[in-house]
């Protein structure tokens, strides 16, 4: 069964630096998401993009974020200048039409 | 009030139990409606979607109430390997794709 996949499993990071998670989606899929769990609490909503654009951010994606789609099968988010609050699971999602959406198995990224 | 609302449990049962989890969400205007499954550190996985009419997948059953905000999960037969906490998700208004949470219903299931 195709998957999404997420690159790395685990990122460590001092605050202030810049990271890059990446995801390659399942490849017929059109519409693509990044959500986030911290620790103990619910999965969050960042950011969909359908069409090589966002269609929709979260509050929480302030200017630090980005996404980018930059060849036929990555799909990336990028945060520029890290924060300890950032610590958290990122979840990458994608789908044929808006639903339903599989999940990749998620990037820990843990701020120092 | 929460946009989806869950009671976290954990809800502890014997095997081959029957348990039932309900949800309510807050925004009429949501259209789809699923239960995912989310085990310890792991991505949720779809379970199952929600229909108005009902719909079961084995020994799953689960209903949507528009009327009402209310979502339920019914898990007949517990098994071991379903201990797991239960996510009720729903898409938000618009046609973005944006799913929604609750927080969550732990599920163990014992011996």
């Known amino acids: 069964e195709p998957e999404v996949t997420q690159t790395p499993s685990h990122q460590v990071t001092q605050m202030g630096q810049e990271v890059i998670l990446r995801c390659v989606p399942i490849?017929?899929?059109?519409?693509f998401y990044w959500y986030r769990q911290i620790l103990g609490q619910k999965v969050e909503f960042l950011v969909s993009?359908?069409?090589?654009?966002?269609?929709?951010k979260s509050e929480i994606f302030d200017d630090q974020f980005s996404v980018e789609r930059p060849d036929g099968s990555n799909f990336t988010l990028k945060i520029r200048s890290t924060k300890l609050e950032d610590s958290a699971m990122y979840f990458c999602?994608?789908?044929?039409?808006?639903?339903?959406?599989?999940f990749g198995d998620g990037t820990r990224l843990s701020i120092l | 009030r929460k946009e989806v609302e869950q009671d976290p449990g954990p809800f502890n049962v014997p095997e081959g139990a029957t348990v039932a989890f309900n949800c309510t969400y807050s925004n009429s205007a949501s259209q789809s409606f699923f239960w995912y499954r989310q085990d310890c550190r792991k991505e949720p996985k779809l379970l199952m979607s929600?229909?108005?009419s009902g719909n079961e997948d084995g020994r799953f059953t689960a209903q949507l109430n528009r009327a009402s905000q209310y979502i339920s999960l019914l898990i007949r037969d517990s098994k071991l390997s379903d201990s797991a906490t239960y996510l009720c998700?729903?898409?938000?208004?618009?046609?973005?794709?944006?799913?929604?949470f609750g927080q969550g219903t732990t599920l163990q299931v014992k011996p």
């Open positions: 998700v729903v898409t938000a208004s618009g046609n973005t794709g944006k799913l929604i």
């Open positions: 993009f359908y069409n090589n654009e966002i269609s929709e």
């Open positions: 929600v229909y108005s």
């Open positions: 490849s017929n899929h059109l519409y």
């Open positions: 999602a994608s789908s044929v039409g808006g639903q339903p959406q599989h």
